[in-house]
Each structure stands twice: as structure tokens, then as C-alpha cells.
Nanobody, 113 residues
């Protein structure tokens, strides 16, 4: 059974930083971070393949960095210069080598003074 578990969310002031972590089991092809704000659709934030190729939503480019530790099956999202509009539940998504997709349960990020 594949498990995807996020951690690292919390409350931070505007301009602050947070680092999210995601642990997943199994043979993973790619991992992504998505987020969903209240009343909005879930959106892709950043993704990284097993080879290290990355992509970012325009709204987070230059502020967020996704990285991966393949040996540990971990992916990280370093979030800097956080804005109130970054407030959302952040979900980790793992695409396995079989192309099956698994989601974590999400971690809340709140940016507020």
C-alpha cells in the first residue's frame, strides 16, 4: 500500500518562510505539490521528476523551490516570501513508475499577520 504523508504546514506572517516535506513509499516517477484555497479549485504549485526536472506555477516562481531526495523518497517545498494568497491546504501527489497516482491528506498553510 502506497502512503503519501505531508508535514511542515503552519501559521506564518507575510514575508516569512515555511518548508513542507512529503514522504512516499514505492517506486516513484514524479512528485508534485498542489494547493487548494477555500472556494477555489486545486492547482499545481510545483513538480519534480525522478531526473530532477522541475516546473512551477507562475504565481510562485522565484519564491518557492521544490527539491527531492530520491534515496529517501522525499520531496520538499521551500516557500519564501509568503503572501496571504498562498494560504491553502497543500497536497503532495506521487506518480508511481506504474503511472498510478496517490495523494496525501494535505497540510494547512496559513499566511496571516
Amino acid at each position: 500500500q502506497v502512503q503519501v504523508v505531508e508535514s511542515g504546514g503552519g501559521l506564518v506572517q507575510p514575508g516569512g518562510s515555511l518548508r513542507l516535506s512529503c514522504a512516499a513509499s514505492g517506486s516513484i516517477f514524479s512528485m508534485e505539490w498542489h494547493r487548494q484555497a477555500p472556494g477555489k479549485q486545486r492547482e499545481l504549485v510545483a513538480g519534480i521528476t525522478s531526473g530532477g526536472s522541475t516546473n512551477y506555477a507562475d504565481s510562485v516562481k522565484g519564491r518557492f523551490t521544490i527539491s527531492r531526495d530520491n534515496a529517501k523518497n522525499m520531496v520538499y517545498l521551500q516557500m519564501n516570501s509568503l503572501k496571504p494568497e498562498d494560504t491553502a491546504v497543500y497536497y503532495c501527489r506521487a506518480t508511481m513508475s506504474s503511472y498510478r497516482v496517490y495523494w496525501g491528506q494535505g497540510t494547512q498553510v496559513t499566511v496571516s499577520s
